[in-house]
Structures are given as structure tokens and as C-alpha cells.
């Protein structure tokens, strides 16, 4: 009967973790699917940033050395960080992407300070290119190239999610709403174990009645004993 109940827990907890299966699946698909064409646009969008394709398109002119393009960003965002106002602005555009700015308002140890990012802004996201103290101009403009160029590589980790999620439904909807399968068997036993338990306790309470009604004769022939001594 343990060894059923074990197997029958073992099957709920199953039968739970298959339902989340199916959820995440399905809520992996749908975000795959969103994202697919969300990339497909940025890809058509994409212009070439290689070599001595690479430009920063400002409002007032194009910047097409790397270093000082980086320069430029860098400076505009720590400008931005020390005005100490919040806000988005867009400071160009490179391989056919805006570059953003934003600056927002934080609070450590009781002091406030003022952080920029930067980010590219692409179909349905923005893409937030980190820096620091130590991040140089260079460094800076290859975060952003490569960044253009991993969409290929994201456009197809999103098909492989659709298909692994398409692949494994249908198993895992298969197994749902299954019967335990010892389902007989563990009544039978449950029933068996109650019949065994009200056989002992009715074996129980026999036993118990039996040991009042001797004692209950004992203390009879007691007393008749002592009545015979009294009156002897």
C-alpha cells in the first residue's frame, strides 16, 4: 500500500510538471514567434558597418573613423550623466540603427547620482550597449558591430525554439489527464488495509471485553471467598 501511494504521489507530481511543460513550451513558442519577424526587419534594415563602410550618422555631419565615433558617444553620454536631467535623446544612427541615449536618477548610500546608458534601437526592443570607466572608444563601436551582426544567429535560436517547442507539445499533451494506472489495485489494497484494521480493532475491543468480564470474575470469587470465611 506504501509502495502504491508512493507511485500514485509520484504521478500527480507528473501529471503538475507535464502542465508546466506545456506552458513554458507554448510561452517559449509565442515569444520565438514574435521575435522572428521582429529580426527578420532589423536584418532587411541593416546596412553594412565593416570595414570602411562604418559610419555615425549625426544630424550635422558623418563620422567615419571608429575611434573618434566612439569618442563622441562616449562624451555625449557622460555629458549627459553629469546635466543631472532625465531624459532620451538620439545622437545618431549607425548601420541604419538610432543610437540612444538615456539618463535616469539613482539613489546609493543616501547619495544621488546620475547614470547614462547607450542603446541601439531595433524592431520592437532596445539593445543597451553597457560601458564603463575602462571602455574605450573602439571597444565601444565593436560592442555595436557586433551586436548588428548576431542577428542571424538569434533569428535562428528563435526558429529552433519553435521547432524544439512544436516538437516536444505534442508528447507532453499526450500525457495529460492520464489515469494512475494502479488506480485498482491501490483501492483494492486501501480496502484490504481498512478491512485488516477493523478485524484488529474489533480483535482489539473482543480482547478487551474478555479481560473485564475475568477480572470481573475474579473480583466475584474474591468475594464469595471471603463471605465463605466469614461465615466459617
Known sequence: LARLERLQAAHHDDQYNVRRAIDRAERDRDTAQTVIPRLQNDIAKREPTRGEAFCLVRKDREMTEREKAGQWLLSQARLAAKAGEKGKWTLGTIGGFEILCETWRTRFDG????????????????????????????????????????????????????EEAERKLPGYRARVGLAFPEAALLQEKREAMAALEADLAADTQRREEAEKAEAAEAKAALADQAVAVEAA
Request: proline share 2%.
Open 111 to 162: 547619495e544621488e547620482t546620475w547614470d547614462a546608458t547607450l542603446g541601439l534601437v531595433l524592431d520592437g526592443r532596445i539593445l543597451g550597449m553597457d560601458f564603463d570607466r575602462e571602455t574605450s572608444p573602439v571597444g565601444l563601436v565593436s560592442r555595436i558591430e557586433n551586436a548588428l551582426l548576431r542577428f542571424e544567429a538569434e533569428l535562428a535560436d528563435a526558429r529552433r525554439q519553435v
